[in-house]
């Protein structure tokens, strides 16, 4: 069976370049050894019920594009360690030819490393972290002797078919008509600036170790008080980091480039679209993008900046605004030359890319070390990093996450643009905010 691409998964796909392949990875390293022969069969059991990352592309001859499960093994490389990094190089991964999913299995003397690696096309980071909740849970079970059930979750397969609808009524458009038109305007008419000066390099030429990534987290009681302040000021904790990643850009650009005027900084943000009705959809993609601007001049009134900020993530759920970048995607697709016209143009549409996670294992039944760490058969999950794709002029993008109490944030870096040294030293600023309520300027 064939199944229609939705409008975002054509944009990942056709946003996929040789230099910038359109994918995101989820590591997790565990101290002590797994059982690479049970690991391997969760994998290739749980995957049969989650159709979209066994699929490949196929292309009618209007152009259309579908999904096309096929029957194959499942790509999982065994390495063994020592490795000279936490990764192993991953290959892009070519949809028309294999399914948007591999797997890299590192073992070390005293630790295992597993590489978990999607196309964006097939799934966002809420489908990829229930997709890995489901392994694990399959593999315990495993390693305990006892029988999985045949569907993790009940997992209902025709809820895919829902994947692309956005919700958006005629009456609702009407409703927000204006405050849709300033989204609108923004997306098509307002370009931010990059995180640094730099030449647009040739995206026809194949990537070479391409990811780059540096990360860190908070103590179980930092990130408590960090929880603690968001609460204080009446945000998100999703406002909070926010307003921080946008002061980090500010006082790095300022140190590395004292860039002149007052540019414009733009972070997108991933937004989860599933309903309650959704919650038993297989792995897949049902997120948008939020954006939000900001110009630098704004970041000398750090509260301020955060009331703003809540106020505008409060007025987009409001008013409906996560429709829009679907709907204005659809409409271009529309005109002449489509969505691939509109991604040749190299200006920039985001200046980072901040991914919330939230807390994640919370519910998994396993037991746990005296810290929180989750029990997988006789080892430990020790750590958990995400990142998220990154492309031509949108040089970094942060993942966050929240696993035994502990805030953690991996920052995906253009290594073709940015030393390690500007990354780390990026990343280091961000916590410093993340430590100690900043101060009016």
Not at 106 to 118: A, D, H, I, R
Not at 141 to 163: S, W
Not at 351 to 375: K, Q
Request: net charge positive; with cysteine.
């Amino acid at each position: 069976m064939l199944i229609p691409f939705t409008i975002f998964e054509k944009y990942m796909l056709l946003d996929d370049q040789p230099a910038y392949p359109m994918d995101s990875f989820r590591f997790l390293r565990f101290s002590g050894r797994l059982n690479f022969n049970y690991f391997e069969t969760s994998i290739a059991e749980t995957v049969r019920y989650h159709p979209m990352l066994r699929s490949v592309v196929h292309q009618d001859q209007r152009g259309q594009f579908f999904w096309e499960e096929i029957d194959c093994p499942i790509f999982i490389r065994k390495i063994r360690g020592p490795i000279a990094s936490r990764f192993p190089n991953p290959e892009a991964i070519d949809l028309f030819n294999e399914p948007g999913f591999k797997v890299y299995f590192v073992e070390e003397k005293n630790q295992t490393s597993v590489l978990f690696q999607f196309h964006h096309s097939v799934s966002d980071g809420i489908g990829e972290m229930q997709f890995l909740a489901d392994v694990l849970s399959d593999y315990v079970l495993r390693f305990q002797g006892e029988l999985p059930p045949k569907n993790p979750r009940n997992l209902d397969q025709e809820l895919l078919l829902q994947r692309g609808s956005s919700g958006l009524t005629l009456a609702k458009y009407f409703r927000f008509f204006f405050s849709t038109a300033v989204t609108t305007r923004q997306l098509l008419f307002r370009f931010p600036a990059p995180l640094a000066p730099h030449v647009p390099l040739n995206t026809n030429i194949p990537a070479k170790d391409y990811l780059a990534f540096c990360a860190n987290e908070l103590t179980q009681k930092e990130t408590l008080n960090y929880f603690d302040r968001a609460k204080k000021h009446g945000v998100t904790v999703n406002d909070l980091l926010i307003r921080d990643l946008f002061l980090t850009m500010g006082v790095w650009r300022k140190k590395w480039f004292v860039p002149q005027g007052n540019p414009l900084l733009r972070i997108s943000m991933p937004m989860n679209l599933r309903t309650e009705s959704l919650q038993k959809m297989p792995a897949a993609n049902t997120v948008t993008m939020l954006f939000l601007d900001r110009k630098e001049r704004e970041f000398s009134n750090p509260d301020q900046l955060l009331k703003k900020i809540h106020w505008e993530t409060d007025w987009i759920k409001r008013t409906e605004q996560k429709h829009v970048l679907l709907l204005s995607l659809k409409i271009r697709d529309r005109l002449l030359g489509g969505i691939k016209y509109e991604l040749k143009s190299p200006k920039c549409r985001a200046t980072a890319v901040l991914s919330n996670l939230g807390r994640i294992f919370e519910s998994l039944p396993f037991m746990r070390r005296h810290d929180g760490r989750l029990f997988i058969g006789n080892a430990v999950l020790e750590e958990i990093d995400a990142t998220p794709p990154i492309r031509s002029g949108t040089l970094i993008s942060l993942s966050a996450l929240t696993y035994a109490n502990q805030l953690r944030l991996t920052l995906r870096y253009d290594a073709k643009n940015m030393t390690t040294e500007q990354s780390n030293d990026l990343l280091q600023i961000f916590f410093s905010f993340l430590r100690s309520e900043p101060a009016v300027s």
